[in-house]
């Protein structure tokens, strides 16, 4: 089963907004450089395995957390990220489930959690 992490991932840099605002800031499941903002990490959160649906065929159902960072005037790459993040997971399948945004005093950065739910069907 294909779980989309390379598919999300150029998706996001091949996007004008997404990548003219994080450049190559965007990392699997962990911020590598948490001294650079903005940026973007995401992982896969579940995958309840394979389907099989008659004649559509063997679909997967696969879960992915998003999360955009910004340490920038108030945040205010955030809802440009938002907005381009949702437009670029829509096009690949995926729905949004959950919507966070939370700002940290100590380090001054803002955190916007997104879930998103994909029956992906398998080729």
């Keep these: 089963m294909d779980d989309k992490k390379a598919t999300i991932y150029n998706a996001f840099l091949e996007d004008p907004t997404l990548k003219s605002i994080i450049r190559d800031r965007l990392y699997f499941f962990y911020n590598k450089n948490n001294a650079v903002y903005p940026q973007i990490t995401y992982f896969k959160i579940d995958d309840l395995g394979d389907y099989s649906y008659g004649d559509c065929g063997d679909i997967s159902n696969l879960y992915y957390q998003i999360e955009a960072w910004d340490d920038f005037e108030n945040g205010s790459n955030i809802p440009s990220m938002d907005s381009s993040i949702d437009k670029v997971m829509n096009e690949l399948g995926f729905?949004?489930?959950?919507?966070?945004?939370?700002?940290?005093?100590?380090?001054?950065?803002?955190?916007?959690?997104?879930?998103?739910?994909?029956?992906?069907?398998?080729?």
């Excluded at 955190?111 to 992906?120: F, Q």
């Design 95 to 123: 729905h949004r489930t959950y919507s966070f945004i939370g700002y940290d005093d100590k380090s001054k950065i803002y955190r916007l959690v997104m879930r998103y739910e994909g029956l992906i069907k398998n080729r």
